[in-house]
């Protein structure tokens, strides 16, 4: 009985301390973006990498140079056009990676 209460706690112990199943991706996106150099609101830049999806998906945006350009209009003014490119593969790898062939077609 003692062995498996002791089987038990730790069982307990190990669900306690198991990292979550899936991280937040807003997180991870912010956490991509400051490795470019862009910062901001965690909920903004979100944002902006979500309606980049749904521009490009509603063909808003015709290919991946709109869709740059949209995002580089939305960051600060001093972002590099490099930024936004990055800005916009991080967001198109995680909020909606079927686009990812737009940026092949860019080059």
Request: contains cysteine; aromatic residues 10%; charged residues 20%.
């Amino acid at each position: 009985m003692k062995r498996f209460a002791i089987g038990v706690a730790a069982a307990a112990v190990a669900l306690g301390l198991a990292a979550p199943a899936a991280a937040d991706p807003d997180t991870a996106f912010t956490n991509e973006l400051n490795t470019y150099g862009i910062y901001g609101q965690k909920d903004y830049n979100a944002w902006i990498g979500k309606i980049s999806c749904k521009r490009i998906a509603t063909g808003v945006d015709a290919d991946a140079f709109e869709a740059a350009q949209f995002v580089h209009a939305q960051l600060e003014k001093d972002t590099t056009t490099d930024q936004a490119w990055k800005f916009l593969a991080a967001g198109l790898r995680t909020y909606c990676p079927d686009k990812l062939p737009i940026l092949d077609q860019a080059r």
